[in-house]
């Protein structure tokens, strides 16, 4: 049986946002077109145990059933611009629903009689249309100047939208008219919900301006026009959803000074005027899917509610699994899944959803009494050897570090292998059980692979998560060394041919354990942060002083600078790879600008990487296929040098 390999990537299919009606549901499945270097996204259906393909646009998102079940509403850019439309049950050709501007569709919802849409909207600056660059292009002009005016005007993987922000337009889907709900436009606005008897719209909104992380819940009443702040508490919130009339639900937390993750985030009930409650209080972990991976999982809705009970993805112990609760307190698993579901539906007693398995991409599953998987879009799997990770806990101080070990397909134990240690970004996100593409190729060119989550990491609880709160580099460091510890304690582990990597926050902690060890041959940093006083001014999102980290980065530094493993680049001694995206607007290209130079000063042995400015943060998840696929490749050129002796 053949290994999987680099160009394997171009195989995945992963699906996602699954949604259902009656006995039957849609759902997306996103593939790479290898010769056009792009991704593609179609709809398919779900019906009587078939599954079949029902667009063909190549860019078709978002699918949603019509509520009296005459055919389904999509976002796509068949025709350059992303529209809405509507493919009727009867078949035929899709029809255009929206006529909007050039811009983007973050979202919608559809009012309970199927007439009227809910769409969140923002269009895009006139000097990024496509007719205006191509009028500069024909005039030899140059592009304009940006005037900013707010500290939130652009976002990785997006771009720049100065001080636009995305609102919220009913259309009526018979005559396509389109009209903007009055809203406060210095607002971003999200989760747009029709009550069930179609008299009210409700939807968050939140200030990007403001120091705090505080989001509204605004209800808009269709015959009056009038807008009402129903806002039951402080705190982030998300995913806003009516149950009933009068009665909503959403995801969120009481703390809007916790803008990074470390609370937990729970489901709430709220009753209109009556106050809201946590259903999920008693449950020590957020809900939501929260893990990493490389194939494209974790889009859909991870909340539903059907016959009186509330139903959730909840992230725990590396796994993303689905939860019932009511509201009596009562709450419990619904079945054992060794996995990552990262979007479901539910009629109450049938369940469908995506999920990946860590030798499998995102697949359709269903839970009806025993779960079974649907769909087979990922056959070649089968063609390849891939490793089943083991789970271990290691000991560090007084907690437990999950970790997994990935071996060659044809590992034997009577040799020692290179090993390499992959850490997770975030920070607060988790690696888990679900298939991780980059994790299995490296594994097939003969290293052992580690990977594990230390404090910080989502799904052990809320304090686990926050125990490194402004502080990165201490508890996690420890955690991280009993990792190497431990495999330096393994007898199939080569203890002089040891690799570390990591992405993002887990690039800052590459470069924060090179800076203290020499224990590594060689190490790859890719988006790091390296500097925390001059990624808090460049970043895209805001940092406000004394909140997740103490001071600020213009005038009370000390902590920042202490924290930062720029402080520590004299130290590193450790052959290292930087890998940085231009278009990278989360972690700015300038982190790895000063790496670099002070290594290269220094006399290091150190080589850069600079991707072009299509690309960004995701690159390695989301990013051109070509660019994908050659970042790969460089990672095992580095690791073929200096680990394979």
Same mark, same amino acid.
């Given at each position: *049986?053949?290994?999987?390999?680099?160009?394997?990537?171009?195989?995945?299919?992963?699906? !996602?946002?699954?949604?259902?009606?009656?006995?039957?549901?849609?759902?997306?499945?996103?593939?790479?077109?290898?010769?056009?270097?792009?991704?593609?996204?179609?709809?398919?259906?779900?019906?009587?145990?078939?599954?079949?393909?029902?667009? !063909?646009?190549?860019?078709?998102?978002?699918?949603?059933?019509?509520?009296?079940?005459?055919?389904?509403?999509?976002?796509?850019?068949?025709?350059?611009?992303?529209?809405?439309?509507?493919?009727?049950?009867?078949?035929?050709?899709?029809?255009?629903?929206?006529?909007?501007?050039?811009?983007?569709? /973050?979202?919608?919802?559809?009012?309970?009689?199927?007439?009227?849409?809910?769409?969140?909207?923002?269009?895009?600056?006139?000097?990024?249309?496509?007719? &205006?660059?191509?009028?500069?292009?024909?005039?030899?002009?140059?592009?304009?100047?940006?005037?900013?005016?707010?500290?939130?005007?652009?976002?990785?993987?997006?771009?720049?939208?100065?001080?636009?922000?995305?609102?919220?337009?009913?259309?009526?889907?018979?005559?396509?008219?389109? !009209?903007?709900?009055?809203?406060?436009?210095?607002?971003?606005?999200?989760?747009?919900?029709?009550?069930?008897?179609?008299?009210?719209?409700? /939807?968050? @909104?939140?200030?990007?301006?403001?120091?705090?992380?505080?989001?509204?819940?605004?209800?808009?009443?269709?015959?009056?026009?009038?807008?009402?702040?129903?806002?039951?508490?402080?705190?982030?919130?998300?995913?806003?959803?009516?149950? &009933?009339?009068?009665?909503?639900?959403?995801?969120?937390?009481?703390?809007?000074?916790?803008?990074?993750?470390?609370?937990?985030?729970?489901?709430?009930?709220?009753?209109?005027?009556?106050?809201?409650?946590?259903?999920?209080?008693?449950?020590?972990?957020?809900?939501?899917?929260?893990?990493?991976?490389?194939?494209?999982?974790?889009?859909?809705?991870?909340?539903?509610?059907?016959?009186?009970?509330?139903?959730?993805?909840?992230?725990?112990?590396?796994?993303?699994?689905? %939860?019932?609760?009511?509201?009596?307190?009562? /709450?419990?698993?619904?079945?054992?899944?060794?996995?990552?579901?990262?979007?479901?539906?539910?009629?109450?007693?049938?369940?469908?959803? !995506?999920?990946?398995?860590?030798?499998?991409?995102?697949?359709?599953?269903?839970?009806?009494?025993?779960?079974?998987?649907? &769909?087979?879009?990922?056959?070649?799997?089968?063609?390849?050897?891939?490793?089943?990770?083991?789970?271990?806990?290691?000991?560090?101080?007084?907690?437990?570090?999950?970790?997994?070990?990935?071996?060659?397909?044809?590992?034997?134990?009577?040799?020692?292998?290179?090993?390499?240690?992959?850490?997770?970004?975030?920070?607060?996100? @988790?690696?888990?059980?679900?298939?991780?593409?980059?994790?299995?190729?490296?594994?097939?060119?003969?290293?052992?692979?580690?990977?594990?989550?230390?404090?910080?990491?989502?799904?052990?609880?809320?304090?686990?998560?926050?125990?490194?709160?402004?502080?990165?580099?201490?508890?996690?460091?420890?955690?991280?060394?009993?990792?190497?510890?431990?495999?330096?304690?393994?007898?199939?582990?080569?203890?002089?041919?040891?690799?570390?990597?990591?992405?993002?926050?887990?690039?800052?902690?590459?470069?924060?354990?090179?800076?203290?060890?020499?224990? /590594?041959?060689?190490?790859?940093?890719?988006?790091?942060?390296?500097?925390?006083?001059?990624? *808090?001014?460049?970043?895209?999102?805001?940092?406000?002083?004394?909140? %997740?980290?103490?001071?600020?980065?213009?005038?009370?530094?000390?902590?920042?600078?202490?924290? &930062?493993?720029?402080?520590?680049?004299?130290?590193?001694?450790?052959?290292?790879?930087?890998?940085?995206?231009?278009?990278?607007?989360? @972690?700015?290209?300038?982190?790895?600008?000063?790496?670099?130079?002070?290594?290269?000063?220094?006399?290091?042995?150190?080589?850069?990487?600079?991707?072009?400015?299509?690309?960004?943060?995701?690159?390695?998840?989301?990013?051109?296929?070509?660019?994908?696929?050659?970042?790969?490749?460089?990672?095992?050129?580095?690791?073929?040098?200096?680990?394979?002796?």
């Amino acid at each position: *049986m053949a290994k999987i390999t680099v160009e394997d990537l171009f195989k995945i299919k992963a699906v !996602s946002s699954v949604e259902i009606l009656g006995n039957e549901a849609v759902f997306t499945l996103k593939e790479i077109d290898g010769e056009k270097n792009r991704y593609i996204t179609n709809i398919y259906l779900y019906s009587g145990g078939e599954v079949r393909k029902i667009t !063909s646009g190549n860019s078709d998102l978002m699918p949603k059933w019509h509520p009296l079940g005459k055919g389904i509403f999509f976002v796509s850019r068949r025709e350059e611009n992303q529209q809405i439309y509507f493919l009727r049950r009867d078949g035929g050709e899709a029809e255009k629903i929206t006529n909007l501007p050039e811009g983007s569709i /973050f979202e919608y919802s559809v009012s309970p009689d199927g007439k009227l849409l809910a769409v969140v909207f923002m269009e895009s600056l006139e000097h990024l249309k496509k007719e &205006s660059i191509k009028q500069r292009k024909e005039k030899n002009l140059s592009n304009p100047p940006l005037e900013i005016r707010t500290q939130f005007y652009r976002l990785d993987g997006f771009g720049y939208f100065l001080d636009k922000r995305p609102g919220i337009f009913l259309v009526d889907v018979e005559s396509g008219k389109v !009209s903007e709900i009055p809203s406060d436009k210095r607002l971003w606005h999200s989760s747009p919900t029709f009550s069930p008897d179609g008299k009210s719209l409700a /939807f968050l @909104c939140y200030d990007p301006e403001e120091r705090e992380n505080r989001a509204y819940i605004k209800l808009y009443n269709r015959e009056s026009g009038e807008i009402s702040d129903i806002t039951p508490f402080e705190g982030p919130k998300n995913y806003l959803r009516f149950v &009933s009339n009068g009665i909503l639900m959403f995801l969120g937390h009481e703390d809007p000074n916790d803008g990074w993750g470390t609370k937990n985030i729970g489901l709430w009930v709220y009753e209109i005027g009556k106050g809201a409650r946590n259903i999920t209080e008693k449950i020590d972990n957020s809900v939501g899917y929260y893990i990493l991976g490389d194939t494209g999982e974790g889009e859909g809705i991870p909340i539903r509610f059907s016959d009186g009970k509330f139903y959730f993805i909840l992230t725990e112990f590396g796994n993303a699994v689905l %939860y019932w609760a009511d509201l009596d307190g009562n /709450f419990g698993r619904l079945f054992e899944f060794r996995g990552g579901i990262s979007s479901f539906d539910t009629d109450g007693k049938t369940f469908i959803f !995506s999920a990946s398995t860590p030798t499998l991409p995102p697949e359709l599953w269903i839970y009806d009494g025993e779960v079974k998987r649907i &769909s087979k879009f990922n056959r070649w799997i089968e063609e390849v050897e891939v490793s089943d990770p083991e789970e271990f806990w290691v000991d560090s101080a007084d907690v437990k570090i999950h970790t997994w070990l990935l071996k060659p397909p044809d590992f034997n134990l009577d040799l020692k292998y290179p090993t390499i240690l992959y850490i997770h970004g975030g920070p607060h996100m @988790c690696y888990g059980n679900v298939f991780f593409h980059e994790l299995q190729t490296t594994a097939s060119n003969g290293y052992i692979v580690v990977y594990s989550n230390p404090r910080g990491s989502k799904g052990y609880g809320e304090k686990f998560a926050s125990a490194i709160k402004g502080d990165w580099g201490n508890l996690d460091y420890i955690d991280i060394m009993s990792v190497v510890n431990f495999i330096r304690g393994l007898p199939f582990v080569d203890v002089d041919r040891l690799g570390i990597t990591g992405g993002s926050y887990g690039g800052y902690m590459t470069n924060w354990v090179i800076g203290n060890t020499d224990i /590594f041959k060689a190490a790859i940093t890719d988006r790091s942060v390296v500097n925390l006083i001059s990624m *808090m001014g460049t970043a895209d999102f805001t940092f406000s002083p004394d909140q %997740y980290w103490e001071g600020d980065f213009w005038d009370r530094i000390e902590k920042l600078w202490e924290r &930062s493993p720029l402080r520590l680049a004299k130290n590193i001694k450790t052959p290292l790879l930087i890998i940085h995206s231009e278009g990278d607007y989360r @972690c700015p290209i300038s982190e790895a600008e000063q790496l670099f130079k002070a290594l290269k000063i220094l006399g290091r042995e150190v080589v850069f990487v600079r991707y072009p400015q299509e690309t960004s943060h995701g690159l390695s998840r989301s990013g051109p296929p070509d660019l994908r696929i050659d970042r790969l490749k460089r990672y095992l050129a580095w690791w073929e040098k200096y680990l394979k002796v």
